[in-house]
């Protein structure tokens, strides 16, 4: 399955502007054959929308219009939102076609205290879904950077992740994009749709550099630092059988 990934500078607050370069790039994506576009963390609000943090139910017309857009294209779209728990808001990303009701996932491991003064964190969920032939497990940001995420992930047989993302600009990011995600890649022989912001917000500024990264650590596709992009790759886990026999971590777990 072709996948694709948007890279985009959210509008913190606008929802409506979010959801539209959201739906665009859903139609371009759909145009050039994919079928699942992955967008970053809090794409509907704005990761740097800070206490004006719109907060969402999945049955909310924000959550409705995403969907129909997913159906309007004939694509899944993975995109991040703040989520309105009881008394408390969740980071969050819902999986929508707009045939089914969306999944959700909530973010487990929030970073610094910005997030941990908005969101209250879940412990750690196996979502999966089915789509396209393939598994799809979700995580957000900080999560992927945990590796026991991903394993649990890669053993309850997901074939990609995705992982919404506001990797802020720093020291650390370039290695995180280029070298940490495509290891989580490769240590567990899995695919990684890693779609970041981009720009900046007032608040934070972004490294970009989204990324989808093959089961042998290698860069399908990539994003610069800088600028909206839209990447696409394919996913084809047996074109990767050779790799897993190599690189057989998850068969010798235990021993």
Do not use: W
């Not at 999945?58 to 899944?76: C, Q, R, T, Y």
């Amino acid at each position: 399955m072709l996948i694709a990934v948007l890279q985009m500078q959210a509008v913190p607050g606008d929802v409506d502007a979010n959801l539209s370069r959201i739906g665009d790039a859903a139609r371009r994506a759909a145009e050039m054959g994919a079928g699942l576009l992955v967008a970053p963390e809090l794409a509907l609000g704005g990761y740097g929308a800070g206490e004006g943090m719109t907060g969402l139910l999945p049955s909310d017309a924000p959550l409705v219009k995403l969907g129909a857009m997913a159906e309007a294209h004939d694509i899944a779209i993975v995109a991040g939102f703040a989520e309105t728990g009881e008394a408390c808001l969740h980071n969050s990303a819902a999986f929508v076609t707009g045939r089914a009701a969306p999944i959700i996932y909530r973010k487990s491991h929030l970073y610094g205290p910005y997030e941990k003064g908005l969101f209250e964190p879940v412990a750690p969920q196996t979502i999966i879904v089915a789509h396209g032939g393939l598994k799809i497990g979700m995580l957000i940001c900080y999560d992927v950077e945990f590796p026991e995420n991903v394993r649990r992930l890669a053993l309850a047989g997901a074939d990609l992740i995705a992982v919404p993302t506001a990797l802020p600009l720093g020291p650390d990011a370039a290695f995180i994009a280029s070298t940490m995600v495509p290891v989580r890649a490769f240590e567990n022989q899995i695919f990684i749709a890693y779609a970041d912001n981009c720009g900046a917000d007032g608040r934070f500024a972004y490294q970009g550099m989204s990324t989808i990264v093959a089961p042998d650590g290698t860069a399908l596709a990539s994003a610069p630092v800088e600028g909206d992009a839209l990447i696409v790759a394919d996913i084809d886990p047996d074109a990767f059988a050779a790799s897993r026999e190599r690189n057989a971590y998850l068969r010798d777990l235990e021993g």
